[in-house]
């Protein structure tokens, strides 16, 4: 089968297509015939070893993270799932792969695709999904009644985020572009602020929750909004203590995470702030729940029209890399 694989880390790296062997599968996994592979900034990260210290892979390895397919094998120990079923899911971080004709994934990574997408659109969804679900509910523990903002909120992880952030009854502020202005409130957001016409940061005050999307530029205006005892949860500064902490890394590890993140989390703490930073896993549980708010709601996410084949991934890479998809980059097979 055809694999789009890294064969080292580099600031410049590219990845090559190599054909490699169907892989066979365990007791407790399904072989999966992928029909569309989401392309990510977190390929970048990847890429280009940024997260070495929280994954390091044997090269090669064949990347991509999320993707949609139909399952052709399932192992012994797989109840829940039948030949023939159309899926989604983030792959684990330890075992990616999604940019191959096959992959093989344990069953309690993947959920049935929502009834409302299409193998396309489906694959825009698990990896921002899971991130608002993991975001909201466990890093900032957001409570009913509570203010979140999302700064940059008006891109594909709002488009999951604002819905979310809704169902468990927050109130929500999203700043962007004009252009998304509409269909930002149409999902559910109660106020919407347009970046080039006012700085949030002088119309907002005692939010409870932020989630970063754009970068640690922004970390100080964020502070500057939340309320004594709030949490700020980044997707972009990086990992603190307390994330090395939450999955159990080594005392070293630990230490150089607090030394990478100390002026942030200096910051925070002087403004009686927590801050929180995420890198998401894998969990067909909290896709099933995710799924059902993605068909109540309707939601159908933003897709780039540019079609990209496997031979064409160094070019999706590039359009990710420029910052200017007109949705989620997808490579279909």
């Given at each position: 089968?055809?694999?789009?694989?890294?064969?080292?880390?580099?600031?410049?790296?590219?990845?090559?297509?190599?054909?490699?062997?169907?892989?066979?599968?365990?007791?407790?996994?399904?072989?999966?015939?992928?029909?569309?592979?989401?392309?990510?900034?977190?390929?970048?990260?990847?890429?280009?070893?940024?997260?070495?210290?929280?994954?390091?892979?044997?090269?090669?390895?064949?990347?991509?993270n999320e993707l949609?397919?139909v399952i052709e094998?399932?192992?012994?120990?797989?109840?829940?799932?039948?030949?023939?079923?159309?899926?989604?899911?983030?792959?684990?971080?330890?075992?990616?792969?999604?940019?191959?004709?096959?992959?093989?994934?344990?069953?309690?990574?993947?959920?049935?695709?929502?009834?409302?997408?299409?193998?396309?659109?489906?694959?825009?969804?698990?990896?921002?999904?899971?991130?608002?679900?993991?975001?909201?509910?466990?890093?900032?523990?957001?409570?009913?009644?509570?203010?979140?903002?999302?700064?940059?909120?008006?891109?594909?992880?709002?488009?999951?985020?604002?819905?979310?952030?809704?169902?468990?009854?927050?109130?929500?502020?999203?700043?962007?572009?004009a252009q998304a202005?509409?269909?930002?409130?149409?999902?559910?957001?109660?106020?919407?602020?347009?970046?080039?016409?006012?700085?949030?940061?002088?119309?907002?005050?005692?939010?409870?929750?932020?989630?970063?999307?754009?970068?640690?530029?922004?970390?100080?205006?964020?502070?500057?909004?939340?309320?004594?005892?709030?949490?700020?949860?980044?997707?972009?500064?990086?990992?603190?203590?307390?994330?090395?902490?939450?999955?159990?890394?080594?005392?070293?590890?630990?230490?150089?995470?607090?030394?990478?993140?100390?002026?942030?989390?200096?910051?925070?703490?002087?403004?009686?702030?927590?801050?929180?930073?995420?890198?998401?896993?894998?969990?067909?549980?909290?896709?099933?729940?995710?799924?059902?708010?993605?068909?109540?709601?309707?939601?159908?996410?933003?897709?780039?029209?540019?079609?990209?084949?496997?031979?064409?991934?160094?070019?999706?890479?590039?359009?990710?890399?420029?910052?200017?998809?007109?949705?989620?980059?997808?490579?279909?097979?």
């Open positions: 089968m055809k694999a789009a694989q890294l064969m080292k880390y580099d600031k410049n790296f590219d990845l090559k297509v190599n054909d490699i062997p169907v892989p066979a599968i365990k007791s407790d996994e399904v072989l999966v015939k992928v029909k569309v592979a989401a392309v990510n900034p977190l390929e970048m990260l990847i890429g280009t070893g940024s997260v070495k210290l929280i994954q390091d892979y044997d090269m090669p390895v064949t990347m991509g949609t397919g094998k399932v192992g012994d120990k797989v109840t829940d799932f039948k030949n023939g079923d159309a899926i989604y899911t983030r792959l684990p971080i330890e075992s990616i792969g999604a940019f191959a004709e096959y992959v093989a994934v344990k069953s309690d990574a993947i959920a049935p695709l929502p009834s409302n997408l299409d193998f396309v659109t489906g694959a825009a969804a698990p990896l921002t999904g899971l991130t608002a679900y993991q975001g909201l509910h466990e890093e900032l523990n957001a409570q009913a009644g509570k203010a979140l903002f999302i700064p940059g909120g008006s891109g594909s992880f709002g488009q999951m985020a604002v819905p979310i952030a809704k169902d468990l009854g927050l109130r929500v502020i999203v700043s962007g572009n202005r509409e269909r930002t409130l149409a999902i559910g957001a109660d106020q919407y602020l347009d970046y080039q016409a006012v700085n949030y940061w002088e119309v907002l005050k005692d939010v409870d929750y932020v989630i970063d999307t754009l970068s640690p530029d922004e970390f100080d205006h964020e502070l500057s909004i939340i309320k004594p005892g709030g949490r700020l949860l980044s997707l972009r500064t990086g990992p603190n203590k307390q994330f090395a902490i939450d999955r159990n890394f080594s005392k070293l590890k630990q230490t150089m995470f607090a030394m990478a993140s100390a002026k942030f989390d200096r910051k925070a703490g002087q403004k009686d702030v927590q801050y929180r930073f995420i890198f998401v896993r894998s969990s067909g549980e909290q896709l099933r729940k995710i799924s059902k708010i993605i068909e109540a709601n309707q939601i159908v996410p933003a897709v780039d029209p540019t079609k990209f084949e496997i031979e064409d991934i160094n070019d999706a890479l590039a359009l990710v890399r420029s910052g200017h998809p007109q949705g989620k980059v997808v490579i279909q097979f």
